[in-house]
């Protein structure tokens, strides 16, 4: 058994003052710095990951992913553009020891993390593999769009996978209810 997390999205603009900023996700973004903080020096309290990896939403022109009028289910405003500061990590996510990360969306919309590439290009699937895990535990923003769609991708690929509930934030109280009802008869853990 080897144990990954999986970081989904704790980007600037998913957070408060973001373009698409979702209710609670500066909080997560210091919860999970946190948890970053104490497994990258060893605390003996600390889950026992061996691996980090983070995914983040990376667009270019993503088509009608994108709206002027949008509609908070299909459509967005533009958000995490590439070499924009929302695009970015949030700052309360620090440290961010991550082995791995994963862009995705430049041209069309990617909410699942197994839709990204490191920069060798290999997908989160084929690197997770490679690294012989086993088990993801995921976390970050949002739970009703990015972090379901990851956590969904990593049972459909064989991980073992758990959501870490309290390190996630959600668009809309009644998405996230469903999403985390959808995750769990997936074979989701809730943890
Ligand atoms: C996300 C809406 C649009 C997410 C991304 O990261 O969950 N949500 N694009």
């Known amino acids: 058994m080897k144990r990954a997390l999986i970081v989904v999205d704790v980007q600037n603009d998913f957070c408060e003052g973001g373009s698409l900023a979702v209710t609670g996700g500066a909080e997560v973004a210091h919860k999970i710095g946190d948890l970053l903080h104490h497994w990258s020096q060893k ?8 691996i980090a990896v983070a995914t983040r939403d990376h667009h270019v022109d993503p ?13 967005w405003p533009a958000h995490c553009v590439v070499g924009t500061d929302g695009e970015a990590f949030h700052p309360n996510l620090d440290p961010q020891p991550f082995d791995a990360i994963f862009l995705k969306g430049e041209h069309a919309a990617a909410y699942s993390g197994f839709e990204g590439t490191a920069p060798d290009g290999s ?15 995921v976390c970050g923003i949002a739970t009703d769009y990015c972090v379901r769609a990851t956590a969904l991708d990593a049972v459909k690929n064989g991980f073992d996978t758990a959501l ?12 996230t209810s469903s999403a985390l009802a959808e995750m769990r008869q997936a074979g989701v853990t809730l943890r």
Do not use: I, N
């Open 123 to 137: 997908s989160l699937a084929d690197w997770l593999r490679g690294q012989q895990v086993t088990h993801v535990d």
């Open 43 to 50: 605390d003996p309290k600390a889950p026992d990951y061996e």
């Open 164 to 175: 870490l509930e309290e390190m996630c934030a959600g668009v809309a109280p009644e998405s």
């Open 63 to 75: 088509g009608d992913h994108f709206s002027d009028d949008p509609d908070f289910e299909h459509s």
